[in-house]
């Protein structure tokens, strides 16, 4: 059963899109669309280059961004990405924040998170990448929407920190929050060879190595957060993550008590077949940070 009723209130896609309206309006995604018997639309939703032409064209129908995606890179699940930044929004307005900056942390090609968030909510972002080719694609994806003003897109040289070398080079930036789409794979070697689906999703898995997998996984990866939060506490007020499986939430509780942090929250993204959680942290004790999804509409 769909969980689209327990979707984020503010999703522009609780209500899943017409995809007849689409097709008829977008001749790119009509080439992509299979009619059924009954004369309805479906799409095969195995098929990167069905999910790359779909997310387009939502991106195109719904916010006006035209967005490119890097050959083999992560093609975006829209109202998955939308559900993280509403609860952020939610976080933002529990918190009275009235100019809001954020980091995103591995922005890949489509820069997705930074494009919705200056698009949808005029916040300004920082968007950090490690692979040059995604870098390229995101910094175009910027120009050619014409919001270079409210997104910086930051090549990271060093792969083995996430702060670090761009605090180094501009000390004095401050931002409201931090984000990121972790690595859910844990072993790197094995990947192309085992690729498994994570149960629930329906969709073909789609991006590169440095995309979809890091030695131990999204734990091991939030982790490091964690640890570098540590580090640059009065650069970022609130740092957040999303979590892939369940299981692995505890593990992160347990890591985030163990260095002194007990101000946290985690919540739940439904979209779909699928949920994900997210998790929320600070070292501000006078920041709320218990709310719920249905708290703020």
Not at 7 to 32: C, E, G, Q, S, W
Not at 39 to 65: A, N, W, Y
Not at 275 to 292: H, M, P
Request: aromatic share 12%.
């Amino acid at each position: 059963m769909t969980q689209n009723v327990f979707m984020h209130p503010r999703n522009d896609f609780k209500i899943p899109p017409n995809y007849t309206d689409l097709a008829i309006k977008h001749a790119d995604f009509r080439k992509v669309c299979i009619l059924n018997l009954e004369g309805t639309v479906r799409l095969d939703m195995r098929s990167p280059k069905t999910l790359q032409v779909l997310s387009k064209t939502l991106l195109r129908e719904f916010f006006e961004l035209e967005v490119d995606f890097a050959p083999g890179s992560l093609i975006p699940t829209i109202p998955s990405r939308l559900n993280y930044l509403l609860w952020i929004e939610d976080l933002s307005k529990s918190l009275n924040w009235k100019e809001i900056s954020g980091i995103d942390i591995g922005c890949g090609s489509s820069c997705i998170y930074s494009l919705l968030a200056a698009k949808k909510f005029k916040w300004n972002m920082l968007a950090l990448e490690i692979d040059q080719g995604n870098f390229s694609f995101a910094k175009r994806n910027v120009e050619n929407n014409m919001l270079n003003e409210n997104i910086e897109v930051f090549l990271q040289s060093d792969k083995n920190v996430i702060f670090k070398e761009y605090f180094e080079k501009k000390p004095s930036k401050k931002f409201k929050f931090c984000m990121c789409n972790p690595p859910y794979f844990e072993n790197i070697g094995r990947l192309p060879m085992n690729r498994k689906r994570r149960r629930e999703a329906k969709n073909e898995p789609t991006g590169n190595l440095n995309e979809l997998a890091f030695q131990g996984g999204e734990v091991e990866f939030i982790k490091k957060i964690i640890n570098e939060s540590c580090e640059f506490k009065d650069h970022i007020e609130i740092f957040t993550s999303l979590i892939g499986v369940k299981k692995n939430i505890t593990s992160l509780e347990e890591f985030l008590k163990s260095k002194d942090i007990t101000n946290f929250v985690i919540t739940s993204f439904c979209q779909g077949n699928t949920t994900r959680w997210g998790i929320a942290w600070t070292f501000n004790n006078y920041l709320k940070l218990n709310i719920r999804n249905d708290e703020i509409i």
